[in-house]
């Protein structure tokens, strides 16, 4: 029971150009979603959050858009930089944990 | 300064036989949590505590225990390690369910063989 998806496994991108990742949600409960991102051979970082009571939340390159209606968010990188080639995972907080998706990795190409 | 530490980074162990990973954070934080992270399935919740003997269960809590005998320390144990326990487990840790952003801060794994 995924209730956290992310579709797209892969994903790449030229230097510069916008990065755009997307995650699908199932439980209409959960009332914060996170962005975490992964380098090989260490743990998640967070990256960004956004409350179920807002439709964006920016934070330098890095913005967050959350679609309720659609159960939907998606991380805008711009402009992708090189450094931010990693595996990137959506979450969303349930009542007591996290729900993660399955990850999706970013390849940013010079 | 590593906010959590888990150790073995690395372990291969034989089926059958016990296991017992660790979680040690520098944080003073209430929440801990393991997951495992698996191809395909992203981080799986195993257990996480809520304070020092206060635990409960996750989604794929079967075969694993957990104990909190001090802030700091989470352990993990595989009862009888599973080949399909194979996988890399990740600790977390969290100051309390108000903090604003709901960040986890993660440990770097430990990659655990079952042969």
């Known amino acids: 029971d995924q209730q956290v998806k992310q579709n797209s496994p892969s994903l790449s991108v030229q230097e510069g150009r916008i990065s755009i990742l997307n995650c699908d949600y199932t439980n209409s409960m959960f009332d914060y979603f996170l962005w975490y991102k992964k380098y090989p051979a260490e743990g998640p970082t967070f990256l960004i959050s956004i409350s179920s009571i807002k439709d964006k939340n920016e934070d330098g390159r890095f913005t967050v858009f959350l679609n309720k209606s659609a159960k939907h968010l998606s991380l805008h990188i711009v402009p992708s930089q090189p450094g931010d080639s990693a595996v990137y995972f959506c979450?969303?907080?349930?009542?007591?944990?996290?729900?993660f998706g399955a990850g999706t990795r970013l390849t940013v190409k010079p | 300064d590593a906010g959590i530490t888990q150790s073995p980074r690395h372990k291969v162990t034989e089926t059958g036989t016990p296991v017992t990973l660790r979680c040690h954070q520098t944080?003073?934080?209430?929440?801990m949590y393991w997951y495992r992270q698996d191809p395909g399935h992203g981080l799986r919740l195993i257990h996480y505590?809520?304070?020092?003997?206060?635990?409960d269960k996750g989604e794929v809590s079967d075969g694993y225990s957990v104990s909190r005998s001090k802030t700091e320390d989470f352990l993990l144990t595989l009862e009888s390690a599973t080949s399909s326990q194979t996988s890399v487990y990740f600790c977390a840790s969290q100051e309390g369910l108000g903090t604003y952003n709901y960040g986890y801060t993660f440990g770097s794994g430990t990659r655990l063989t079952v042969v």
């Open positions: 944080e003073n934080h209430r929440y």
């Open positions: 979450a969303a907080k349930g009542v007591n944990d996290m729900r």
């Open positions: 505590s809520y304070g020092v003997k206060d635990t």
